[in-house]
């Protein structure tokens, strides 16, 4: 079983740039898919991007957002530029069995908060 906990979420101006990491343990990344997953108020859960296990990527907002792992720190990152006020959310990493836009990924962290101001 792997834990996941997030950072990095924070307030900032449209058009900025922020990098999130999820640092997880119990397991390691490689053994899992890993996702980005955010949740807007009122809205259901949106599939951001996911890096399978053998580091092949989806990714629902192209040219901007961009996610990446790093095995020897085990950790997994979301790296968000040209950012919009509607990219307002709490941002989850999820780990599971295959890198889909589906979101059934078996374990979660407890989410950061991401504010972009217009």
């Known amino acids: 079983q792997v834990q996941l906990v997030e950072s990095g979420g924070g307030l900032v101006q449209a058009g900025g740039s922020l990098r999130l990491s999820c640092a997880a343990s119990?397991?390691?990344?490689?053994?899992?898919?890993m996702a980005w997953v955010r949740q807007a108020p009122g809205k259901e859960r949106e599939f951001v991007a996911a890096?399978?296990?053998?580091?092949g990527f989806v990714n629902s907002v192209k040219g901007r957002f961009t996610i990446s792992r790093d095995r020897a720190k085990n950790m997994v990152y979301l790296q968000m530029n040209s950012l919009k006020p509607e990219d307002t959310a709490v941002y989850y990493c999820?780990?599971?069995?295959?890198?889909?836009?589906?979101?059934?990924?078996?374990?979660w962290g407890q989410g950061t908060q991401v504010t972009v101001s217009s």
């Open positions: 119990g397991r390691t990344v490689s053994d899992y898919a």
């Open positions: 999820a780990a599971g069995g295959v890198a889909s836009p589906s979101l059934e990924y078996d374990y």
């Open positions: 890096i399978s296990r053998s580091g």
